[in-house]
Nanobody, 124 residues
């Protein structure tokens, strides 16, 4: 069973940057679609970005041009580079693995394995 561990969250001022990392265990990471989601207090979990095993990427409209998802299959790690952060980006960010498909998805139910989440707080 693959396990995911996120890191890189923290407190940053508006306009700043953070890079989140998600380290996966297991030998089949390269065959999974991977995604990042986030959940702010009182809100439902929402899609942020996804990447296929072949590194095709997909983004929510509200992060296009600001966030970049990437993966390093040699390191079993997926990244989320977040630039030009806004206060509304404050949330717990979750990494997820789509273990049944090499394609990314914006639907949370497509992902079977989730990390524990990492808090991102953007101060205005």
């Amino acid at each position: 069973q693959v396990q995911l561990v996120e890191s890189g969250g923290g407190l940053v001022q508006a306009g700043g940057s953070l890079r989140l990392s998600c380290a996966a265990s297991g030998r089949t990471f390269s065959s999974y679609g991977m995604g990042w989601f986030r959940q702010a207090p009182g809100n439902e979990r929402e899609f942020v970005a996804a990447i296929s095993s072949g590194s095709s990427t997909y983004y929510a409209d509200f992060v296009k041009g600001r966030f970049t998802i990437s993966r390093d299959n040699a390191k079993n790690t997926v990244y989320l580079q977040m630039n030009s952060l806004k206060s509304e980006d404050t949330a717990v960010y979750y990494c997820a693995a789509r273990t049944t498909s090499p394609f990314g998805s914006n639907w949370s139910r497509d992902y079977r394995v989730w990390g524990q989440g990492t808090q991102v707080t953007v101060s205005s």
